[in-house]
């Protein structure tokens, strides 16, 4: 019999919580016949959620509760979860009950069925996310098979079962704002879909606004990537060629005919065209620093306020 550790990350979700925990033990207890541990982080909500947590702990010592000091995200609280999780394997998902419980035990038998797969990541079959949720997911998926040579097919959700060390791999992986989708590709290329249902929100409405999803693009590919510098050199590179080419035409242009050039409007618009181009060389250099910066400051990517284990 194995041991399946649960790690929610949660933030103002006092009305789901009972619901969720009835639905994984059912899974567990009924289904399964497994033994589980559900581990809920709460990632300083402002709600009751941290109440509804100890409830819940004392009603049942298979569920682990601890309060983050602030509120760090997502992956921060993820680690977090994984420094105490015990089980044989580790899964992830939301406290939304978006997430079915319900499909766990077709990920775990596709995962015990086969020895050569690290990671299972459930891909929804009927995505019930709102339209910006969705545009940034596949901007999402394109950038980090680019960026990390993913395989472009392979999605990568917040829904996972992973093996034990893979966990550990991760935990041992001591980066500033870790995204643990990347980090799960940079650990193993053995991972991949199972197709799962997914449920609508049932309760408020998601924290993924337009402006953290790009947010969190610009971060992974500056720390995952140098394209954006690569971008701006081979740009850089055309605009000299086309000086180079420009400066012999209207050279050659006046000893033929015998005429200077003329045009303070095409002058005036390159001169702003280019100091563009130089603050955005800076803009993205400085995105760069800022990067290595916060690395090196080695910030804890939590801190945790308080547990009942």
């Known amino acids: 019999m194995s041991l399946y550790s649960i790690v929610v990350?949660?933030?103002?979700?006092?009305?789901?919580?009972?619901?969720?925990?009835?639905?994984?033990?059912?899974?567990?207890?009924?289904?399964?016949?497994?033994?589980?541990?559900?581990?809920?982080?709460?990632?300083?909500?402002?709600?009751?959620?941290?109440a509804v947590m100890e409830q819940l702990h004392k009603a049942d010592s298979?569920?682990?509760?601890?309060?983050?000091?602030?509120?760090?995200?997502?992956?921060?609280?993820?680690?977090?979860?994984?420094?105490?999780?015990?089980?044989?394997?580790?899964?992830?998902?939301?406290?939304?009950?978006?997430?079915?419980?319900?499909?766990?035990?077709?990920?775990?038998?596709?995962?015990?069925?086969r020895q050569d797969v690290d990671v299972i990541i459930a891909k929804y079959e009927n995505r019930k996310h709102n339209i910006i949720r969705k545009i940034g997911t596949k901007i999402s998926i394109y950038a980090t098979s680019k960026m990390l040579n993913k395989d472009p097919n392979l999605e990568i959700t917040s829904f996972r079962l992973m093996r034990r060390f893979i966990v550990e791999a991760i935990l041992n992986t001591n980066t500033h704002l870790p995204q643990i989708g990347n980090l799960l590709v940079q650990s193993s290329n053995r991972i991949i879909?199972?197709?799962?249902?997914?449920?609508?929100?049932?309760?408020?409405?998601?924290?993924?606004?337009?402006?953290?999803?790009?947010?969190?693009?610009?971060?992974?590919?500056?720390s995952n990537s140098a394209l954006p510098l690569i971008l701006v050199r081979d740009l850089g590179i055309f605009s000299f060629v086309i000086s180079i080419i420009l400066g012999l035409f209207y050279l050659i242009r006046y000893f033929i005919y015998g005429v200077s050039v003329e045009g303070w409007t095409t002058?005036?618009?390159?001169?702003?065209?280019?100091?563009?181009?130089?603050?955005?060389?800076?803009?993205?250099?400085?995105?760069?620093?800022?990067?290595?910066?916060?690395?090196?400051?080695?910030?804890?990517?939590?801190?945790?306020?308080?547990?009942?284990?």
């Open 9 to 50: 990350p949660v933030y103002n979700s006092e009305h789901t919580l009972e619901e969720l925990y009835n639905r994984i033990r059912y899974v567990f207890e009924q289904i399964m016949q497994e033994d589980f541990e559900l581990i809920l982080v709460d990632d300083s909500s402002r709600d009751n959620s941290y």
């Open 193 to 222: 879909n199972v197709p799962v249902q997914h449920d609508a929100r049932k309760v408020g409405q998601s924290n993924y606004t337009f402006r953290r999803l790009a947010k969190d693009l610009i971060y992974d590919i500056t």
């Open 62 to 113: 298979r569920v682990k509760i601890i309060q983050m000091a602030k509120n760090f995200g997502q992956h921060p609280a993820l680690l977090c979860g994984f420094s105490f999780a015990k089980g044989d394997f580790v899964i992830t998902m939301d406290d939304d009950l978006q997430h079915r419980p319900e499909e766990i035990p077709k990920m775990a038998a596709v995962i015990k069925e």
């Open 267 to 309: 002058l005036v618009l390159l001169i702003l065209a280019y100091n563009g181009i130089i603050l955005l060389a800076i803009g993205i250099i400085g995105q760069y620093l800022m990067n290595i910066l916060n690395e090196a400051k080695k910030i804890p990517n939590y801190v945790i306020r308080k547990k009942e284990l």
